[in-house]
């Protein structure tokens, strides 16, 4: 195999960039993927006020503004020792239900749904969100359009300001909503939940109605056996705003229960010399290398794995559904409300939905409390109960994101620790495209088809390269190369191009 | 009413070079403070949330960072019709601009009947930190000046 040279110019492109070796065979003898690393965060930060971080971190990423908001909130309250009233976590989790269901409709229509949707093999100027549009009918485009409208402004008056949240204080929440509000997010879930159940009917009627979708997703093509990690409530139910981490093993077990503060004795990251990611794993297994099984610290935090954590969902429409998909994939139970875990990895598409409804319906429970139009948002924090130390955690889209801080006894902040959504999954990504590669490319060059099969293993995770892409004029942030056995570069390709 | 026209500066602000979009656009809202019919928005990602941003508006100008090979400090202006992407206006989680706004106008929404690009060319874009690159910070002045002579231009004015 020709010798693996990491390229500078990746790192000043900046995009992310999975390159593929074939032996003299044509067969595929190793996948790296990478992504450019950001510089400076943590010196960006040093000798700010920690109160800043809500606001500072909600700029990491254009993606999921709301989620850093709230963990970095999360780790000031924490840090000031001031536990936030229960009208600022209803508040806080209000928020975040409307930028769930915002996000995972615009990952499902735009990016996920597509390749079944419309094809995994259609050509990719079709295999798009406007192919959907065609296949589904035209009044989904504005379907998608309401709901990412309905929900944005939620997020708007209750975040206080459109884009980037400002809301969020150690202790609580600045803003207090009216009973008109109360309203409005009561009228915003209820069409929430309608517009989720359609889009499980579309992806029932579409995709797992379609036996050849539903061999692609049952076969063992994009299968890892791995640990599966999510947040919890104290029913051991999934939970996306708070709760305990909890962790199973492949086949079911419960690994671990712990809670997010205690993040560094269950989580280590491993530096490998040809990346630079670090591949968070579990310390208590160990890391095994790019393998899965159950004794590889190998763990993943995607929709699919909040499921399979999960003792049944907390909602009863989303509890019907998470059933289905278990029971449709011929799941035993492993305990009165939880079944086996699901390791064929393009059904995240379907966890994605269920916790789409999940998210819709916990809104309307949520806003069908009176007392979230209280006043009493905001708990001040005394000076006697300072702390100096804070981890908060919430349960991103895209995996459990973290944040740690630590200030000096003025509350200036002296560390900065994060561990966001996407990186939990770096090595099951890595693998995830190293497995499909190897069984799709046999002899050689690839056509577009065969590696639009191979990024669908990456698209799955819709993994957030946003905060840490940039990329030439014209070009996607993701190249995908396939290189001979002499290193000589066979096929190049953008993605979605 | 509908306020006539948008001002959208893309990019993080606290990326270096990146944030130069936020502070052209709000530069040129000082220039025209007395204005009421100007909006400004300052806006992270692309796709189909920039699309949304122009919603109502007559007219948008959109300025973004830029990575294209030119020196930095270059200033590039483009035309939606010959559209090549800035650093900013396509997400990764949904779609490019140009496939937003048929989208949009799939949905029956009302999207300027005016929209133009400046993409300034910058240095830096992996470190943390609030401070442009000096040759990019030298082509504020400029691209602020090209973007308040084309709405000048559009409304006749100014």
Redesign the interface.
């Known amino acids: 195999m020709a010798r693996i040279i990491i390229d500078p110019i990746t790192r000043l492109e900046g995009h992310g960039r999975i390159d593929i070796f074939l032996d003299e065979q044509g067969k595929v003898e190793n996948s790296y993927f990478q992504i450019p690393e950001l510089r400076g965060f943590e010196q960006f930060c040093m000798g700010r006020m920690a109160e800043e971080m809500p606001v500072i971190t909600n700029r990491i990423c254009g993606v999921c503004p709301e989620a850093h908001h709230l963990a970095a909130t999360k780790a000031l309250d924490a840090l000031f020792g001031a536990e936030p009233t229960a009208v600022a976590k209803k508040l806080r989790e209000i928020l975040y239900m409307a930028f769930f269901v915002t996000d995972h409709t615009t990952h499902f229509y735009a990016l996920g749904g597509p390749d079944f949707i419309v094809g995994p093999d259609a050509p990719a100027s079709e295999r798009n969100i406007l192919g959907v549009v065609r296949k589904v009918g035209v009044e989904i485009a504005g379907d998608i359009i309401a709901c990412r409208k309905r929900n944005q402004g939620i997020i708007a008056f209750l975040g206080g300001k459109s884009v980037h949240p400002v809301a969020g204080v150690p202790g609580g929440w600045s803003r207090v909503i009216t009973a008109e509000e109360r309203v409005q997010i009561e009228d915003t879930a209820r069409k929430n939940i309608d517009f989720a159940r359609f889009s499980l009917s579309l992806f029932e009627k579409l995709v797992m109605n379609n036996p050849l979708y539903r061999e692609l997703i049952t076969s063992d093509l994009y299968l890892h056996r791995t640990y599966s990690m999510g947040t919890v409530d104290g029913a051991t139910q999934a939970n996306f705003y708070d709760g305990m981490i909890r962790v199973v093993d492949p086949e079911g077990g419960e690994f671990a229960l712990y809670p997010p503060a205690e993040y560094r004795e269950h989580i280590a990251e491993r530096v490998e010399a040809w990346s630079y990611l670090k591949y968070p794993y579990l310390k208590k297994v160990g890391w095994r290398g790019f393998t899965d099984g159950i004794d590889s610290g190998v763990y993943c935090a995607t929709p699919l794995s909040r499921l399979n954590v999960s003792e049944g969902l907390a909602t009863p429409l989303a509890q019907a559904e998470y059933e289905r998909l278990y029971e449709s994939f011929g799941c035993r139970k492993v305990t009165a409300h939880r079944y086996a875990p699901i390791h064929h990895r393009l059904a995240t598409h379907w966890a994605r939905l269920i916790e789409l409804l999940y998210a819709s319906e916990r809104m309307l429970e949520l806003a069908q409390d009176r007392e979230i139009t209280s006043p009493e948002t905001r708990t001040i924090p005394e000076r006697a109960l300072f702390v100096g130390e804070g981890i908060g955690s919430v349960e991103a889209p895209r995996g459990t994101l973290t944040h740690h801080y630590k200030t000096d006894e003025r509350g200036v902040l002296t560390m900065v620790n994060m561990i966001v959504g996407t990186t939990n999954n770096y090595a099951p990504i890595s693998m995830s495209i190293k497995r499909a590669a190897e069984k799709l490319i046999t002899c050689g060059a690839p056509d577009e088809a065969i590696l639009n099969r191979v990024e669908m293993a990456f698209r799955l995770y819709d993994p957030c390269l946003s905060c840490a892409t940039h990329f030439l004029p014209g070009k996607m942030p993701l190249t995908v190369s396939i290189r001979d056995s002499q290193g000589a570069l066979l096929r190049e390709m953008g993605r979605n191009r | 009413m509908t306020k006539a026209t948008v001002i959208i500066g893309m990019g993080?602000?606290?990326?270096s070079d990146d944030g130069v979009g936020s502070v052209v656009a709000r530069a040129v809202a000082q220039r025209l403070t007395r204005r009421t019919n100007l909006s400004v928005?300052?806006?992270?990602?692309g796709?189909?949330?920039l699309m949304?941003a122009m919603v109502g508006f007559q007219r948008a100008l959109v300025v973004d960072a830029?990575?294209?090979?030119a020196p930095p400090g270059t200033v590039h202006r483009f035309d939606p019709r010959s559209f090549?992407?800035?650093?900013?206006t396509?997400?990764?989680?949904?779609?490019d601009f140009a496939?937003a706004c048929?989208?949009?106008r799939?949905?029956?929404?009302a999207l300027p009947e005016q929209v133009a690009f400046w993409?300034i060319e910058g240095r830096e874009?992996?470190?943390?930190?609030e401070r442009l690159s000096d040759e990019v910070a030298a082509a504020v002045p400029g691209c602020v000046a090209l973007m308040v002579g084309q709405i000048g231009a559009w409304e006749g004015m100014v």
């Open positions: 993080n602000p606290l990326l928005i300052e806006l992270h990602t796709g189909i949330r949304e830029m990575v294209s090979g090549v992407t800035t650093k900013n396509f997400s990764s989680h949904d779609t496939t048929t989208l949009g799939m949905a029956g929404l993409g874009f992996e470190l943390f930190g």
